[in-house]
């Protein structure tokens, strides 16, 4: 009788365990999600942003015209006919394009026929409103407006008509290949967008007023306008080089230098703190301790004048010399280097192997995760330097770094608040650093918490 009581009793405690086990994931999990959201959810709705003609809209969308499959394919579609290009775009000799746009007229009111232009448009502000371009006006041709359609509906609320018209724009003849097709819709008072074969970019005058800054994008050139606008309207005046694309490789070089540097001399001299004996050695590494609390700011005006006397400013070598290594990756080093035991130094040295020798071809390999580690935080630390950049290459836009680049397009575009190219342009300037780190994470995991142990 007490074994059938004992029975339902365990079953019942066993049961009560289970939940609180799943009670507990369920709040892990669920914190997880939360923090998640918390941490990624702004970078999300900013690459939202980076896509939209107006990033500042109020309410904002999730859902809008550069995220619509419908839209993509007729951006494709109109690219091929405006210039052979689906993915760019364009406006090329011997195109026809064919477009239809809706609007709709309330109940009572009779249709107006609306008038369509190809305007003279410059490709956006900041940098893109100083360089001359092809102008589409000078060589599209605009058929005749034709009604093709009519059918009631009730939009808003209000009872009415949905009447479709449809054009054709044709470049006949030879002559250059405009990059873009500007196209203005204007309705008569009274009449309100509806639709059309691509969703316009804006609309204005409530909705009578439609406006695409091309009516031939092709797929990027309308879904990525803005990242396609950081490499073409951010130009040099003088050469007509992309900025982005010249910033982006100065960072890489100054970056990918100032890696090598910092791997060469912090493995040496983390090595010699670790295993040499010489004396002072402890208050040496109390020093580099000490220097990693001093904020590059309290000793930028002597970093200043030794650049200045070694005619460094405005160059890259600069930078490069200015965070050769730093006292943070010579105690990584040195950490790392003091849980390798040292029989293994012991070992190759019977052997016969030279000092140098264990070090480059025993030491160094088994220090992997901590150079892993080393190479993510100083390649992170150098793209996105912007203080030592700002001191030292001031006043030289060929040789900015991607940061100093990005400060440089906010003043240039942020007065128009042309918003969206600087959200594309810091999206793109963070691929590199993903990409080092998805390479390199193991190495910083393992580097970073074998160093911390044992410190």
């Known amino acids: 009788m007490a074994a059938q009581v004992m029975k339902p009793a365990r079953k019942l405690d066993e049961r009560h365990l289970a939940r609180q086990r799943w009670t507990r994931a369920a709040w892990i999990y669920g914190a997880m999600l939360a923090l998640a959201v918390f941490f990624i959810g702004p970078f999300y709705v900013a690459y939202l942003g980076s896509l939209k003609d107006n990033p500042l809209e109020w309410p904002f969308r999730y859902s809008f015209a550069q995220t619509q499959p419908k839209n993509w394919v007729a951006a494709w579609r109109l690219g091929q006919l405006g210039a052979g290009n689906p993915w760019t775009g364009g406006f090329a000799p011997g195109a026809s394009i064919p477009f239809q746009v809706s609007y709709f007229v309330q109940e009572g009111q009779e249709?107006?026929?609306?008038?369509?232009?190809?305007?003279?448009?410059?490709?956006?502000?900041?940098?893109?409103?100083?360089?001359?371009?092809?102008?589409?006006?000078?060589?599209?041709?605009?058929?005749?407006?034709?009604?093709?359609?009519?059918?009631?509906?009730?939009?808003?609320?209000?009872?009415?008509?949905?009447?479709?018209?449809?054009?054709?724009?044709?470049?006949?003849?030879?002559?250059?290949?405009?990059?873009?097709?500007?196209?203005?819709?204007?309705?008569?008072?009274?009449?309100?967008?509806?639709?059309?074969?691509?969703?316009?970019?804006?609309?204005?005058?409530?909705?009578?007023?439609?406006?695409?800054?091309?009516?031939?994008?092709?797929?990027?050139?309308?879904?990525?306008?803005?990242?396609?606008?950081?490499?073409?309207?951010?130009?040099?005046?003088?050469?007509?080089?992309?900025?982005?694309?010249?910033?982006?490789?100065?960072?890489?070089?100054?970056?990918?230098?100032?890696?090598?540097?910092?791997?060469?001399?912090?493995?040496?001299?983390?090595?010699?703190?670790?295993?040499?004996?010489?004396?002072?050695?402890?208050?040496?590494?109390?020093?580099?301790?000490?220097?990693?609390?001093?904020?590059?700011?309290?000793?930028?005006?002597?970093?200043?004048?030794?650049?200045?006397d070694l005619g460094l400013l405005g160059s890259l070598w600069g930078m490069i010399v200015w965070s050769a290594v730093g006292a943070g990756a010579v105690f990584i080093m040195k950490q790392f280097f003091e849980s390798i035991p040292r029989e293994i130094e012991e070992a190759a040295l019977i052997d016969g192997a030279s000092p140098i020798t264990t070090f480059f071809r025993i030491i160094i390999p088994m220090a992997t995760p901590a150079l892993g580690a080393l190479t993510i935080l100083t390649f992170q630390g150098m793209w996105n330097e912007f203080f030592k950049a700002a001191v030292v290459l001031s006043g030289q836009q060929t040789n900015y770094t991607l940061p100093l680049g990005l400060s440089f397009f906010r003043s240039a575009y942020g007065v128009a608040g042309d918003w969206g190219l600087m959200l594309a342009s810091a999206f793109l300037s963070m691929i590199p650093i993903i990409i080092l780190f998805v390479v390199f994470q193991r190495y910083f995991v393992e580097g970073v918490s074998t160093s911390a142990l044992k410190g």
Do not use: C, H
């Open 111 to 308: 249709p107006e026929t609306p008038v369509v232009t190809v305007p003279t448009r410059r490709a956006g502000a900041g940098l893109g409103a100083i360089f001359d371009e092809v102008q589409a006006a000078r060589y599209a041709k605009v058929s005749e407006v034709q009604e093709v359609n009519r059918r009631s509906a009730v939009v808003g609320g209000q009872p009415g008509q949905i009447v479709t018209y449809a054009f054709t724009i044709t470049y006949e003849g030879q002559g250059p290949r405009a990059a873009r097709l500007p196209l203005d819709v204007e309705a008569p008072r009274g009449q309100q967008y509806y639709a059309a074969t691509l969703e316009p970019n804006r609309l204005e005058r409530r909705g009578r007023v439609a406006s695409w800054d091309s009516a031939t994008p092709g797929f990027f050139g309308y879904t990525f306008r803005n990242y396609v606008r950081v490499f073409n309207e951010a130009r040099d005046p003088n050469t007509g080089a992309s900025f982005f694309l010249r910033w982006t490789l100065n960072t890489f070089l100054v970056a990918l230098a100032v890696v090598v540097t910092t791997l060469l001399f912090a493995s040496l001299a983390g090595y010699a703190l670790a295993r040499m004996y010489f004396p002072g050695k402890n208050y040496l590494f109390a020093f580099v301790v000490f220097t990693m609390t001093v904020p590059a700011q309290a000793i930028f005006i002597s970093n200043y004048l030794v650049l200045r």
